[in-house]
């Protein structure tokens, strides 16, 4: 029983080939796409009008040179929302769940961003790892410290987003099956259970949408500080 709790993290495959391109490749399937028409439909509309406030209040405190990224951002957020709803369905696969692909995401972005820095503003871009005003003595030492923490942040990235969406689904799988099992013996306690599992499944739609953001936010982040 330990180890099926764990089986719905693992790829799915169909006769050996593995499906987790498609799962990837649908939620773009799933959005409407823009008309040349004057006059859109409500969903279209809404679509719209929620991107264009996502991108306007990221790129915000970003000078223009940083605007460049907006599609590149705005197009990831609707992406880690897409598939982490989809994810919260029954019977189906969470791609984000696995570390594999959320490192592919964070390394590469922040790996962008960073060479973006040492390219337009290198003196900058390395003053990040000595503050100013540190003592002679502690200077190797920040500078070994603040150069273990600038490479970890995509492996935080990466862990952050594949942790939280994976505790969410194990504990929804955890109530759930308590709830099957004191359903027969003691039922009362069984609607309590599945009270508590329908609040936990509306705290995880929001930690799906939360976590995309702040993903995406961290990216905004780093983009800043090397722009």
């Given at each position: 029983?330990?180890?099926?709790?764990?089986?719905?993290?693992?790829?799915?495959?169909?006769?050996?080939?593995?499906?987790?391109?498609?799962?990837?490749?649908?939620?773009w399937?799933?959005?409407p796409?823009?008309?040349?028409?004057?006059?859109?439909?409500?969903?279209?509309?809404?679509?719209?009008?929620?991107?264009?406030?996502?991108?306007?209040?990221?790129?915000l405190?970003?000078?223009?040179?940083?605007?460049?990224?907006?599609?590149?951002?705005?197009?990831?957020?609707?992406?880690?929302?897409?598939?982490?709803?989809?994810?919260?369905?029954?019977?189906?696969?969470?791609?984000?769940?696995?570390?594999?692909?959320?490192?592919?995401?964070?390394?590469?972005?922040?790996?962008?961003?960073?060479?973006?820095?040492?390219?337009?503003?290198?003196?900058?871009?390395?003053?990040?790892?000595?503050p100013?005003?540190?003592?002679?003595?502690?200077?190797?030492?920040?500078?070994?410290?603040?150069?273990?923490?600038?490479?970890?942040r995509?492996?935080?990235?990466?862990?952050?987003?594949?942790?939280?969406?994976?505790?969410?689904?194990?504990?929804?799988?955890?109530?759930?099956?308590?709830?099957?099992?004191?359903?027969?013996?003691?039922?009362?306690?069984?609607?309590?259970?599945?009270?508590?599992l329908?609040?936990?499944?509306?705290?995880?739609?929001?930690?799906?949408?939360?976590?995309a953001?702040?993903?995406?936010?961290?990216?905004?982040?780093?983009?800043?500080?090397?722009?």
């Open positions: 029983m330990a180890m099926s709790f764990f089986d719905q993290f693992a790829s799915p495959s169909y006769f050996g080939i593995p499906l987790i391109a498609i799962a990837i490749a649908l939620p399937v799933l959005f796409s823009p008309s040349s028409r004057w006059v859109n439909n409500r969903l279209i509309t809404i679509q719209g009008w929620l991107i264009n406030r996502f991108t306007n209040q990221l790129m405190p970003i000078n223009v040179g940083g605007h460049k990224w907006a599609l590149l951002l705005a197009s990831l957020m609707v992406f880690l929302i897409t598939i982490n709803m989809l994810g919260l369905l029954p019977y189906t696969f969470t791609p984000t769940t696995q570390l594999s692909l959320n490192m592919g995401l964070a390394v590469p972005l922040w790996l962008a961003t960073v060479l973006i820095g040492m390219r337009n503003q290198p003196t900058v871009a390395l003053g990040h790892l000595l100013e005003g540190t003592p002679i003595p502690l200077i190797p030492v920040l500078i070994i410290i603040e150069t273990i923490s600038l490479f970890i995509p492996l935080a990235l990466g862990v952050r987003l594949t942790a939280n969406l994976t505790a969410g689904h194990l504990l929804i799988q955890l109530i759930a099956t308590a709830v099957f099992v004191l359903l027969p013996m003691m039922p009362t306690v069984a609607i309590l259970t599945a009270t508590v329908f609040l936990l499944t509306l705290l995880e739609v929001a930690v799906a949408m939360i976590q953001y702040v993903f995406v936010l961290l990216l905004s982040l780093y983009l800043q500080e090397n722009v």
